[in-house]
């Protein structure tokens, strides 16, 4: 699966649960919505990754890819520390400049 580098370091700094490193994948105006919460900017990333590291352990798997007019969907196998023990959730991306712009994650 040919990924954009970007979503590739996104996906290896979920995997080393390294919160600033994923923060980093985002610009500095980028937005979140994860859970029904919105997180705006790169340091609110950084938090709420943090926080779902702590909370879940999850690692991500990429198990398809497709870029759209406007967004691009990654859908990842996410296994760890929640009931069921793995899912597939579906990321809503917005890249500009080799940064992040948004990310809406879906189930």
Not at 34 to 53: L, M
Request: hydrophobic share 40%; glycine share 6%.
């Amino acid at each position: 699966m040919n990924l954009p580098e970007v979503i590739q370091d996104l996906v290896k700094t979920q995997n080393n649960f390294d919160s600033a490193a994923y923060a980093n994948c985002f610009s500095e105006t980028a937005v979140v919505f994860d859970e029904g919460k919105t997180h705006k900017g790169r340091k609110e990333i950084e938090h709420w990754i943090a926080d779902a590291n702590e909370r879940y352990k999850a690692v991500m798997k990429p198990l398809s890819f497709e870029e759209k007019e406007k967004e691009m969907i990654l859908k990842a196998e996410v296994s760890g520390n929640f009931d069921g023990g793995s899912i597939v959730l579906s990321y809503h991306l917005e890249i500009a400049d080799q940064m992040i712009q948004s990310l809406k994650i879906t189930g």
